[in-house]
């Protein structure tokens, strides 16, 4: 069975500009969370979505948003890109309801803020 | 803040000895508490975990002691091998309202095993 998959795995944007990030979980898996990594904040929950609806959210400010389709797909966008938006951004499905479980983790997408 | 703390930062050890990291928490809401192995250019993997009902759990060379009067848990590595070398991430979980749950992280921990 095919991991979590994130694309792209790198991007570089400019400040100011808007970015789309997108995580396909496992197959079967419903739930899917976006974490955050940095050097200086280590990793940080930004949102979960199970069965297209949001249930959770991190203290993250409103420009970054997600959804999630219905085929268990999902995005997050990052609007007006900031130099400190520069991280590892996350993706983990799990196949429970309750999300803590089995939480399995892609490889991350690397976006660089220039 | 920080909900679950990690220390060491960094940890070197000897090839067949024994690694140990530790984290403490504060929330006694927290039920769930694993331990993510992460390898660079690769997401964390989920190595071990436990509830809070049992003071320790044992899964091959990996071995976490839970101390829940003490609110703190470590994660001991037997027989560290040069392939153990990765940062570790201790969590913590609870239940929220909307029935879904979110992981806090410790800060992370780089083990090196010299051979």
């Known amino acids: 069975k095919a991991g979590v998959t994130q694309t792209p795995r790198y991007l570089i944007k400019t400040r100011g500009q808007q970015v789309t990030l997108s995580c396909s979980p496992i197959?079967?898996?419903?739930?899917v969370s976006w974490y955050q990594q940095t050097p200086g904040q280590g990793l940080q929950f930004l949102f979960e979505y199970f069965s297209e609806t949001q249930r959770n959210k991190g203290n993250f400010p409103g420009r970054f948003s997600g959804r999630q389709f219905s085929n268990s797909r999902s995005e997050m966008n990052v609007s007006t890109l900031e130099l400190g938006d520069s991280a590892l951004y996350l993706c983990a499905s799990s196949l429970e309801e309750r999300t803590t479980d089995t939480q399995y983790f892609g490889p991350g997408t690397r976006l660089t803020v220039l | 803040q920080q909900q679950v703390k990690q220390s060491p930062q960094s940890l070197i050890v000897q090839k067949g000895g024994i690694s140990i990291i530790n984290c403490a928490y504060e929330n006694t809401a927290f039920d769930y508490f694993p331990w993510y192995q992460q390898f660079p250019g690769k997401g964390p993997a989920l190595l071990i975990a436990i509830r809070p009902d049992v003071s320790e759990k044992k899964e091959g060379r990996f071995t976490i002691s839970f101390n829940k009067s003490a609110k703190q848990f470590s994660l001991h590595i037997m027989d560290s091998q040069p392939g153990d070398s990765a940062t570790y991430f201790c969590a913590a979980s609870r239940l929220n309202q909307t029935g879904a749950n979110n992981l806090f992280f410790g800060t992370g921990t780089r083990l090196t095993v010299i051979p």
């Open positions: 197959s079967g898996h419903r739930s």
